[in-house]
């Protein structure tokens, strides 16, 4: 037993010793190969690997950018990792940042963090606007004032943006008695969100039996919200929500839709709202491009084509997403070359003809691959003229850092309570109470 | 025949035969060498057993003592996740203002509610089960992994079906309650049918693991307890009721003290019970527990010394709980 438990004892110390010898010599090596005059920047194969961490789906390597990209450097290696919910990426991301490690070459940031993104980490992100290549004028301007700070670091370059029209179910329309061609459809409610609210008014009259006007409150008072230049910030960053009269007859107008039974009392995005996206349960939507395919996915396959598409009483903007390029990360030049490529007008066509993510550049909007894209469900709309028109609307929106926590409040804490028999007051008092103390540090 | 010699016996070497020679004393350098081993080897047998025992405790400095001192610091401060270094100093206010806070005490009622109606009749149940699993069965042990499967499903898992069941529109409880005549009832946003829903979920979840526990105790009780007192005349439940109970208190108070925790650490089921409202426990927080509420403040608002107050406070009612349980258990074992 001794004696064994000394040999293995003179074998550790054999083994500790050869592996010292063993990595003074392969040191040595490294030394001599070095000389001889490798380029590769220490990547995998000769090549230089550039990492992105992303979340939900972006698209890139489906719409095969990744591989384009590839081919157009031939040193380039491009690895993804994708987390599926933001939920779960941001959090993560956060802690990243804060303590400059674990972090990719890229890191893709959502709408709705970006203002957070913006205003406490700017010190650590490549500075977009002294990034040589990078023209400003590429994007819509309230995109790229997105992710631009007070003294005028923009830290993010925008790929894909939300703007929202009303798709409508043509066959439920026409039951009703509403018209249902779309420049008809959205005539009944240009530039007034209570006339969409009117239209619903005539749809409950005549509805076919169990179907309601819209979808859910949730829905109606986001695409409302959306729609204001200013809705939970002002510019200075002072919360005003409550104060706003836009946010407060929101809504109201809201409240008033839940309380007449114009929506369904659904929670957006919840296992029962999406089963009666399956039984037809409902005739509009606020609709972002995104939602078209959210909408396939939930459906039964005769769906198909029997929606279309209108625009919104005023265009807002639901989603997307910017990508940045932290400071720390080992290869930053060849980072920003690829997230110019990926953003730039060309490849954003490409991302929303396969994937439907809606470029943020307008010189994307007069491309082939978007002026001609078709849709399943809304049979041969002009989606990317529909969608281009309302991203042209947009208002450029003051977000800020917790914008999330406010619409959550007013959604799930608030307008909710209508359709189960509460005031619009008390909704309001409950909404309110949640989202101070939510935001009270 | 003469003798060979090169096979004879080698001679003796020294001290062969002889008695050996008495040790020679030993040098200076050997007596050194001896007390330096033997202070190694009173180093080695004082100091080990803490290196063998170190790894746990420098586990439990880094992941357990580490974030108590950080807590206690950060409930002192006004300081948010997204950056933790910015610390500001603001003494006992996290604290004064949990006095307040109408959404805390919700919190901690609805912890207290969902405790009850989930810990008495899981516990009366599993009382229940075991008494049935401790006759003799055919399949017992099948009968007993059956107990245990809940417990050893993963509650994300789980939930995805109890959300299904409990759906308003289209679940299937609100589907048999039809059929006897119940109207629709929203299981998710109004407050009792919520919190009940919650509690079955836990319910489900820790009844066999408890009837497994009362089944181990009521093995262990002697058999000629019960042959005497079926001599004296008692039926199956006067045995339950003057043998099994008596004997199992032990057991008993052990599952309350387990469950009381568990129970005011709820978390996990009404998190999951309502996915999009996620930590907000329901419209109205109707079923927000103490958990989710600390949850909610550190995680999805990020306030970060807000929440380690929560977490502070949770901690000390826990040990008042403790206490409470400690002198009620030290009163039955005085009356028994």
């Known amino acids: 037993m001794r004696a064994r438990f000394r040999t293995a004892r003179k074998a550790v110390v054999l083994a500790a010793a050869a592996s010292l010898g063993a990595g003074l010599l392969a040191g040595c090596a490294n030394d001599s190969g070095d000389k001889s005059g490798s380029t590769d920047g220490g990547g995998s194969g000769g090549k230089t690997t550039i990492t992105l961490g992303l979340f939900g789906t972006q698209g890139f390597k489906e719409a095969g950018l990744y591989t384009e990209y590839e081919k157009l450097h031939p040193n380039i290696k491009i690895q993804e990792t994708v987390v599926e919910q933001n939920g779960n990426y941001y959090p993560a991301l956060v802690n990243h940042l804060t303590t400059n490690s674990g972090l990719q070459d890229i890191q893709a940031v959502e709408v709705g963090n970006i203002a957070e993104v913006t205003q406490t980490f700017a010190s650590k992100l490549v500075d977009f606007s002294k990034v040589s290549g990078v023209n400003k004028s590429d994007w819509l301007g309230w995109k790229w004032q997105q992710a631009t700070t007070k003294d005028g670091q923009t830290i993010g370059l925008g790929t894909d943006i939300g703007p929202m029209a009303i798709c409508y179910r043509k066959d439920l329309f026409q039951q009703a008695g509403l018209p249902t061609d779309r420049d008809k459809v959205g005539q009944l409610w240009t530039g007034d969100w209570n006339k969409l609210v009117a239209a619903g008014e005539t749809y409950k009259k005549k509805a076919p039996a169990g179907t309601y006007f819209m979808d859910s409150p949730g829905g109606l008072l986001n695409a409302i919200i959306s729609s204001n230049q200013e809705k939970f910030y002002d510019s200075s960053g002072k919360v005003i929500y409550k104060s706003n009269p836009a946010i407060k007859s929101a809504f109201d107008l809201t409240a008033k839709a839940a309380q007449e039974g114009l929506v369904q009392p659904q929670t957006q995005f919840q296992p029962s709202w999406n089963s009666t996206i399956a039984n037809n349960k409902f005739a509009a939507i606020a609709c972002p491009p995104w939602m078209l395919g959210y909408l396939k996915g939930q459906s039964k396959p005769d769906a198909a084509g029997k929606w279309d598409v209108a625009a919104a009483p005023k265009a807002g903007n639901w989603g997307g997403t910017f990508l940045t390029v932290p400071k720390s990360g080992k290869h930053v030049t060849e980072a920003e070359k690829l997230a110019q490529w990926l953003t730039a007008p060309a490849q954003l066509a490409k991302l929303f003809s396969v994937q439907g993510s809606f470029p943020s550049t307008p010189g994307s909007y007069s491309m082939p691959l978007v002026t001609n894209a078709k849709n399943a469900m809304t049979a041969d709309a002009p989606i990317g003229k529909i969608f281009a028109d309302a991203a042209k609307s947009i208002p450029a929106q003051v977000i800020g850092p917790k914008d999330q926590i406010v619409q959550d409040g007013l959604t799930n804490n608030g307008v909710i309570l209508v359709t189960k028999g509460k005031s619009a007051a008390d909704a309001w008092a409950t909404a309110t109470k949640t989202i101070d103390n939510n935001l009270d540090k | ?336």
């Open chain 2, 1 to 336: 025949m003469a003798t060979q010699h090169d096979a004879a016996a080698p001679p003796a070497k020294e001290g062969g035969a002889a008695p050996a020679r008495p040790p020679a004393e030993p040098t200076e350098a050997e007596l050194r060498r001896r007390a330096r081993l033997s202070r190694r080897w009173q180093r080695d047998l004082k100091w080990s057993p803490y290196g063998f025992i170190s790894p746990f405790f420098l586990l439990f400095v880094a992941f357990g003592l580490f974030p108590l001192v950080y807590t206690a610091w950060a409930s002192l401060h006004t300081v948010e996740l997204t950056a933790p270094t910015d610390m500001q100093w603001t003494g006992l206010h996290n604290y004064t203002r949990i006095f307040d806070d109408d959404f805390f005490w919700n919190a901690a009622r609805n912890t207290l509610t969902i405790g009850i109606i989930s810990t008495v009749p899981q516990l009366a149940m599993a009382m229940g089960l075991a008494h049935i699993l401790n006759y003799k069965l055919r399949a017992s042990t099948f009968y007993r992994v059956v107990m245990l499967a809940p417990y050893a499903t993963s509650i994300a898992a789980a939930s995805l079906v109890f959300v299904l069941l409990f759906g308003r529109d289209y679940g299937m409880i609100n589907w048999a309650l039809h059929h006897v005549g119940v109207g629709k009832i929203d299981w998710q946003n109004d407050k009792w049918p919520s919190q009940i829903a919650v509690s079955s979920i836990i319910i489900w979840r820790w009844t066999g693991y408890n009837a497994l526990i009362y089944l181990a105790a009521m093995q262990a009780i002697p058999q000629d307890l019960y042959e005497s007192a079926a001599l004296d005349g008692a039926n199956r439940w006067r045995q339950f009721i003057h043998v099994t109970l008596p004997q199992l208190r032990p057991t008993i108070l052990f599952t309350c003290v387990v469950s009381t925790i568990g129970a005011s650490q709820v978390f996990g089921e009404p998190l999951i019970f309502d996915a999009n409202k996620a930590a907000s426990g329901g419209a109205e927080h109707q079923f927000q527990t103490l958990g989710l509420y600390l949850y909610e403040q550190g995680w999805v608002n990020q306030h970060l010394g807000r929440a380690s107050a929560i977490a502070w406070t949770m901690f000390l009612i826990l040990i008042v709980i403790g206490i409470v349980n400690y002198v009620i258990s030290r009163r039955l074992r005085a009356s028994s």
